[in-house]
């Protein structure tokens, strides 16, 4: 199961604790000594600093993203003022305003869903931005910025934890055996 970053990890002591991470992540790539650490891919995105898209939300959220789904393929009749609000839980089941007095103005399907939409993926995509900045700092201090610029997401993950799953087409092929075959168990 992969983790995410908690949003509510804001103070001073917290964000030096994320740098610490950080600088553990660029260690870890520097020596190959691999961390058992399972972040979402989401929170890699954000720490690698790349684009985000909705889609992303989908890993760490996917009662919001069945949400998003119901509300855009409902059929519209008519304007209808809906018993929902412009707020959303965080990732730590905290109500939250997407705008400001978000809590006092009621969604009208037929007029707010692109609205509601925006506001709500964009709350969703960057909840956990101030944490990844902190990572991506202490990481600075190990690898050089311009170096971390040209890895994605992706290669950073492996980088830190190295290959998630046992390629065995390559492990046989790298494998010699001696008083044994292969095909012995």
């Known amino acids: 199961e992969t983790m995410v970053l908690n949003p509510e990890a804001t103070s001073p002591t917290q964000l030096e604790m994320f740098a610490f991470l950080g600088k553990l992540f660029g260690v870890a790539i520097r020596s190959k000594g691999y961390l058992d650490i399972s972040l979402s891919p989401l929170a890699w995105k954000l720490i ?26 409902r059929q519209l ?35 707010d869903e692109d609205r509601y939409a925006r506001e709500l993926v964009a709350f969703k995509l960057q909840e956990m931005r101030p944490m990844a900045d902190a990572i991506r700092i202490g990481l600075e201090t190990q690898i050089p910025p311009s170096a971390l610029s040209l890895l994605r997401w992706s290669d950073l993950e492996k980088m830190v934890c190295g290959m998630p799953t046992i390629d065995v087409k390559l492990l046989r092929s790298c494998t010699e055996y001696s008083g044994c075959s292969q095909g012995e168990a």
């Not at 985000?52 to 789904?69: H, I, K």
């Not at 009749?77 to 006092?104: Q, S």
């Open 77 to 111: 009749i008519d304007e209808e003022v809906m018993d929902v609000t412009f707020t959303t839980t965080d990732l730590n089941g905290n109500v939250v305003e997407l705008h400001l007095n978000g809590a006092n103005e009621y969604f009208v399907r037929g007029r």
């Open 48 to 73: 690698a600093r790349e684009e985000l898209v909705e889609e992303d939300l989908r890993d760490v959220d996917e009662l919001t993203m069945r949400w998003l789904d119901t509300l855009r393929g």
